[in-house]
């Protein structure tokens, strides 16, 4: 991975100062999981935040140009990929990745003042987040009825309009105060590492490699036949190139027709990532691009300090060896 030229450092200067001017569209209303990930980004902070109903809408409004910036949940820890907003990307939209952002989520059972769990009838919430408490659901409350709502604070907002008795929603602790209700349960997912992978997604632009970057593609199959899948994954693995989610995803075509969706370490800027993808577009019916960006992790700053020492470190000795050559004047 090669340091950024000044260019680059100017084109980054110069895409920064735009996202920071941009209309960002998330998963609303306020107070969802999907904002608080979002007002982690300081250089979101100018940004015009417009919160969508559904997935669906965030990513539409990008595509049909009405928000610079969509930002959406993709996977949990422990439901896996989020389908709406996975399917979206690979089947209906054309859209790039533009970072992630990882959020601890801890998640609340709240109900309106005087509630108590014995009362409680019905739970709605985002059917992604109900998943990640059915433990607690099945040992406290195993006879209500579960009513999926577009979010979890739009599960928060309906039951503190409405405020009927035996109603409760799954939601963050931050909706309690925004909706005003009480906190019956806090901490209900059922494990403690909880954590949800959030993306921001735009209608063009791949940023600069930052020495610690990952790169999603998907691969659609030529026709369902053995070896098919060691064929791809065998591209990798010539490659040394690591692979950090590996998942199937149906076409909508046809029964048993699948496509692979693959996210590995790396930037396309890199020569062994691009050669790779090279020879992926040739052999396979299609290959989707779905961007290169920073990778996050909590190690993330370290290793890109260490990929920028690396590389000056790689200059200065190769520019120890040509200024050897005999003939050459240097500058």
């Known amino acids: 991975m090669r340091p950024l030229s000044c260019l680059e450092v100017e084109q980054r200067a110069y895409v920064d100062e735009r996202e920071q001017r941009a209309r960002i569209a998330f998963l609303g209303p306020a107070g969802t999981f999907t904002e608080e990930a979002l007002l982690t980004q300081s250089d979101y902070a100018s940004a015009e935040i417009v919160p969508a109903d559904t997935l669906s809408d965030v990513i539409e409004a990008v595509a049909r140009s009405e928000a610079s910036i969509g930002f959406v949940p993709i996977e949990n820890s422990i439901e896996g990929t989020v389908n709406a907003t996975?399917?979206?990307?690979?089947?209906?939209?054309?859209?790039?990745?533009?970072?992630?952002?990882?959020?601890?989520?801890?998640?609340?059972?709240?109900?309106?003042?005087?509630?108590?769990?014995?009362?409680?009838?019905?739970?709605?919430?985002?059917?992604?987040?109900?998943?990640?408490?059915?433990?607690?659901?099945?040992?406290?409350?195993?006879?209500?009825?579960?009513?999926?709502?577009?979010?979890?604070?739009?599960?928060?907002?309906?039951?503190?309009?409405e405020r009927r008795p035996g109603t409760a929603a799954i939601a963050p602790r931050l909706s309690a105060d925004l909706y005003g209700l009480d906190v019956l349960a806090p901490g209900i997912e059922d494990h403690p590492d909880n954590q949800t992978r959030f993306v921001a997604v735009a209608s063009q632009g791949i940023p600069a490699p930052t020495g610690h970057d990952k790169t999603s593609i998907v691969c659609f199959q030529r026709e369902d036949r053995p070896g098919n899948l060691h064929g791809i994954l065998g591209q990798f693995a010539a490659r040394n190139i690591n692979l950090t989610k590996l998942e199937s995803r149906p076409t909508k075509r046809a029964l048993g027709e699948y496509c692979f969706v693959v996210d590995m370490d790396g930037h396309v800027a890199d020569a062994v990532v691009a050669d790779c993808l090279r020879d992926l577009h040739a052999e396979l019916a299609g290959v989707k691009f779905l961007g290169s960006y920073p990778a996050a992790s909590p190690h993330a700053p370290a290793l890109r300090k260490e990929a920028r020492e690396a590389w000056a470190e790689a200059d200065r000795w190769i520019e120890s060896i040509r200024s050897q050559i005999h003939g050459v004047r240097r500058s």
Not at 87 to 94: I, M
Not at 99 to 122: F, N, Q, T, Y
């Open 86 to 161: 996975m399917d979206s990307l690979v089947l209906d939209v054309d859209l790039l990745i533009q970072r992630e952002v990882v959020l601890d989520i801890h998640l609340c059972l709240l109900a309106p003042s005087g509630s108590d769990l014995a009362s409680i009838e019905e739970v709605a919430s985002f059917p992604v987040a109900t998943a990640q408490c059915r433990r607690f659901l099945a040992e406290h409350l195993p006879e209500a009825t579960l009513v999926a709502t577009n979010s979890t604070a739009d599960a928060a907002r309906i039951v503190g309009t």
